[in-house]
């Protein structure tokens, strides 16, 4: 689902052959976490781009990818014209770390891993979601990438950045996981009335209303997750209230502030995938 809205270019999945990618990015062996860079960064993350998405006032600092770093995970199956997603991560540190069970829940899924180093809470949002943007337009001249299962999560902070993400591009992004952190683009009541959370940002119009009607979101939280409160009321006075047709809440039980165990990373990927979430 890589549409052209707006002036966003439409690119052809381009697939790779083992040698090829060998070749561009010598470090690269499927099954294994392994760096990659990126030299260009397309249009559509431009400070142009990122200030109408958002509606922002303030103009981005200076960015440039080429001096940007990434991990990639390639499963280990992975073959020329056999399509993967792509599972696109923003952590809340420095270090773009899952736990070996979620890298084997992706491979199982076909998704390809990918994540920036130095894309925490401590870095400003516009680099975090320029990041994210250039990865996934990026990677789609070097494997053959399924348009309908282009995803990007988060935990935490990272979270928060996916959720904006998942709606101001929503034409690159067919998916969200927001894992323990949401954000959301009006003022949302908490359910018990007694706090407000302010509204974070405020997407195009357009690109808002294709993510209300073919985007799909899966918020994440735990009975322990002091993000709690928030992500419910996120959920049911935001996304639900908003109209937005594919979303549901995952709430771990007994699960705190932390990333659940691998299960709940497949429920919430089953979702996207069309299938049915966990508890709520």
């Not at 949002?125 to 996934?136: I, S, T």
């Not at 034409?171 to 952190?181: L, P, Q, Y």
Request: proline share 6%.
């Amino acid at each position: 689902m890589f549409r052209s809205l707006l002036i966003l270019p439409c690119l052809a999945a381009l697939g790779f052959a083992a040698d090829t990618t060998k070749n561009a990015y010598g470090n690269i062996k499927p099954g294994v976490r392994s760096p990659i860079t990126f030299t260009v960064s397309p249009q559509v993350s431009d400070n142009a781009q990122i200030k109408m998405r958002m509606h922002a006032m303030e103009t981005p600092p200076p960015y440039d990818v080429s001096m940007e770093k990434y991990d990639i995970i390639v499963p280990k199956k992975y073959k020329k014209g056999v399509p993967h997603g792509l599972f696109i991560w923003v952590s809340p540190s420095n270090a773009p770390s899952i736990s070996p069970e979620w890298e084997a829940v992706l491979a199982d899924k076909k998704l390809i891993f990918v994540g920036a180093h130095n894309s925490g809470n401590n870095r400003e949002v516009f680099a975090r979601m320029r990041l994210a943007v250039d990865a996934n337009d990026n990677l789609r001249s070097l494997f053959d990438i399924d348009d309908k299962r282009v995803y990007v999560s988060g935990f935490s902070g990272g979270g928060r950045v996916a959720s904006m993400l998942g709606v101001t591009y929503a034409d690159m992004f067919t998916g969200t996981i927001a894992f323990m952190g949401t954000n959301f683009y009006t003022d949302i009541v908490s359910l018990d009335k007694k706090e407000v959370f302010e509204a974070r940002y405020i997407p195009h119009e357009e690109i808002a209303a294709l993510a209300k009607a073919e985007g799909r979101y899966v918020l994440v939280t735990g009975e322990n997750d002091f993000n709690l409160g928030n992500t419910r009321a996120v959920f049911e006075n935001g996304f639900k209230k908003e109209g937005f047709k594919h979303v549901d809440l995952i709430n771990v039980p007994g699960q705190g502030h932390q990333p659940p165990q691998a299960e709940w990373l497949k429920k919430a990927i089953d979702f996207l995938d069309g299938g049915k979430a966990g508890k709520k």
